[in-house]
């Protein structure tokens, strides 16, 4: 009540009064405590059954549809602001508590706290929970059902003056005869029953600004278009059909709701509202298909400059020039934080491709973007230069005409880059990084390649220290990658934690140890389906590895697992904790060998010889194995705990290990 306020005097006076006679009296006054435009929230607040997870969007948008946000003088603001912060001070005051569990965080009202609104509001608020309701104050506005038995409504409600009704549990449908007399509502909300279609009655709720509903398999009534002051629609929780008696959901006519703000809708039901462009209020919109019909062309998108969070623009090969990809002015749509520009996937070339994505420029504040299946052979002009400045994700999938990338290094905050099915790109060059004036991807912390099955080359001067920040790398699919550009890309990576390499088939060896050893930070490295790789190279010089897993790595031989100039110490590092082998050979903490047919017993015996902080070994379809290694090599394995070993059919002894026993467990 008073933590914000640091008058003596007040704390005096409130030590003074007869308040502490019970904690309802000091819950009633720190509610006479909260300014005045937070009494009436919170008082509203209790119409929400005990315990029930209030989402704090859908409660600022019920305080919008009542007029209880006030728009502060002076400063420009959405009334969706100005009711999140009203919900943040109430809960800073523990009027709300924030809880959290294996779904997120979620907002309930303590027993105590809840029963306080009650009280506050018993003129105005109302809830229904049994069937022994014989009759609701005419005071009553706002009104909410969490009972199956309440079959009559109107026959213990004048309806006629109720602001809101809300069902949070009510099994049945609601007549036209209870549409008929909800002259004054405003907030509707009917998820909660059950609704084969909304009544034509819906139509003439003049004053509506909020409505919700769910079963709804056929059409909403013609008339919907009617509610012009309507802010929120929401049919989020909708089991929507495939298909409708008529086609569609929405009917002729919805452009005419110019107040909606919110439309909570499955995404492929937006694209069925004509002229959508005259809904210049939307605040979301998470997909548009661009079509050639007149009034769901991409023009529609012109005048929607209040749209914010994300934006899904499906079909472009529907657009014909770069003229008409530029009257959707996203350049001036500073709200849209996360955009994916997507075309309908072709193998042939598109040639006005690489002009209508020039048109489809975003706004600079940008910070998540995505472009799938453009079929032109260059990139945007927009993306050679730091015109995104703000970006901080970035795919690139299946433009797989592009000969060559972008200079994305010029981004100053990206921090996510995938790139992937670009299979025209040969070579990762200089010009990628961007010029030699800006350390290139100086933020840039995960780095993904997949389906890149023409990439051979990787250039890198080694003076150039790009990657300052990459800490997680990615080779997927890549099947012509050689040595020699693997080797490049590593070699400056001096933050890596995590290197995963999959299905690169022309891989040999992994780099020396004159380029690991710089990977002080590498802890993770996993390798698959790699089917010529047959030297694990100079990874003995990975002093921070811990995990390592090898699988479907055929050729890695035992004469080469022994390591390069026949490392004395052994050729894995002794940090390793972990390691799995599955058709390959694995590493340290934890360690997997499977499918390693070739694994002999003395490249068994060396790896293990220095794993010291080993406390997980597996061994499966190891068919050369004959013998585990002596006592004299495992006695240095102190950590460990756990011996599976599966499918090994000629492992004849296991006397080295049944000597350490019975300090060891095993399965």
């Not at 779904?103 to 809830?127: P, T, W």
């Not at 050689?482 to 990576?493: G, I, K, N």
């Not at 006695?635 to 350490?660: F, P, Q, V």
Request: hydrophobic share 40%; charged share 25%.
């Amino acid at each position: 009540m008073l933590n914000a306020d640091m008058n003596v005097e007040k704390w005096k006076n409130v030590l003074r009064s007869n308040v502490w006679n019970g904690i309802m009296p000091v819950l009633n006054l720190s509610y006479q405590n909260l300014p005045p435009h937070l009494q009436p929230c919170f008082a509203y607040s209790s119409i929400f059954p005990e315990d029930w997870r209030i989402e704090p969007d859908k409660l600022v948008y019920m305080w919008m549809a009542q007029g209880l946000l006030r728009p502060q003088e002076g400063r420009s603001m959405r009334m969706e602001d100005i009711g999140r912060i009203y919900f943040d001070d109430l809960l800073s005051r523990s009027f709300f508590q924030k809880l959290k569990d294996h779904n997120g965080n979620y907002y309930v009202m303590h027993d105590m706290i809840h029963e306080l609104a009650q009280s506050v509001s018993k003129e105005e608020c109302f809830r229904i929970e049994s069937d022994n309701v014989r009759e609701i104050p005419s005071t009553v506005r706002h009104l909410s059902i969490n009972t199956d038995a309440l079959l009559q409504l109107t026959s213990i409600c004048d309806l006629k003056n109720l602001r809101t009704l809300v069902f949070f549990s009510y099994n049945h449908s609601i007549g036209s005869d209870v549409f008929k007399q909800l002259r004054s509502i405003r907030v509707l909300d009917l998820t909660e029953c059950k609704m084969e279609q909304l009544p034509k009655a819906a139509g003439k709720l003049i004053h509506l600004r909020y409505l919700a509903f769910a079963e709804t398999p056929k059409t909403a009534p013609s008339s919907i278009y009617r509610l012009y002051y309507l802010q929120v629609l929401d049919v989020s929780r909708s089991r929507l059909p495939t298909l409708y008696p008529k086609g569609m959901l929405f009917p002729e006519g919805m452009d005419k709701l110019i107040n909606l703000r919110v439309l909570h809708v499955p995404g492929a039901f937006t694209s069925q509202i004509a002229r959508i462009g005259k809904l210049t209020s939307l605040q979301r919109l998470a997909v548009f298909r661009t079509s050639k019909k007149k009034g769901r062309k991409i023009v529609e998108l012109q005048n929607m400059n209040e749209l914010r969070g994300s934006l899904r623009i499906m079909n472009l090969e529907n657009v014909h020039s770069m003229q008409e990809a530029a009257e959707a002015k996203l350049n001036r749509k500073e709200y849209i934080k996360k955009l994916r520009l997507e075309w309908h996937y072709s193998e042939e070339t598109r040639s006005n491709d690489d002009q209508i994505l020039e048109g489809l420029q975003p706004h600079p504040n940008l910070e998540d973007l995505k472009i799938i299946s453009c079929s032109g052979i260059r990139s945007p002009t927009w993306l050679e230069t730091n015109w995104l400045s703000h970006l901080q994700s970035l795919t690139l999938s299946c433009c797989r005409s592009w000969i060559s990338l972008p200079p994305l290094g010029r981004l100053p905050h990206l921090k996510f880059l995938e790139i992937s099915r670009m299979y025209a790109v040969k070579k990762i060059s200089f010009e990628f990084y961007a010029n030699g004036s800006l350390k290139g991807f100086p933020l840039l912390e995960h780095l993904r390649f997949d389906r890149m099955p023409e990439l051979v080359e990787w250039s890198q001067p080694e003076e150039y220290r790009a990657f300052p920040s990459l800490c997680d790398v990615q080779f997927k699919n890549c099947p012509k990658l050689t040595d020699e550009a693997f080797s490049s890309c590593l070699q400056t990576l001096i933050r890596l934690s995590s290197l995963e390499i999959s299905c690169c088939h022309r891989l040999i060896s992994l780099p020396s140890a004159s380029v690991l050893h710089h990977l002080t930070t590498l802890k993770e490295l996993d390798i698959n389906c790699c089917e010529n790789l047959a030297s694990l190279g100079g990874i003995h010089a990975l002093t921070s590895l811990e995990k390592l897993k090898l699988m479907d790595c055929p050729e890695l031989l035992a004469s080469v697992i022994i390591g390069e100039d026949n490392y004395d110490r052994g050729f894995l590092p002794a940090s390793l904790a972990s390691l799995e082998k599955y058709r390959a050979f694995p590493s340290p903490c934890d360690v997997q060998f499977k499918n390693c047919p070739k694994l002999t017993d003395e490249a068994f015996s060396s790896c293990l010889q220095t794993l010291i902080r080993l406390s997980s070994l597996q061994i499966s379809c190891c068919h050369r194995l004959v013998s585990l290694p002596s006592a004299s090599v495992l006695h240095h394995l102190t950590a460990l705990k756990e011996l599976d070993i599966n499918r090994c059919e000629n492992l004849a002894s296991l006397e080295g290990y049944m000597r350490l026993l019975p300090s060891k467990s095993s399965n």
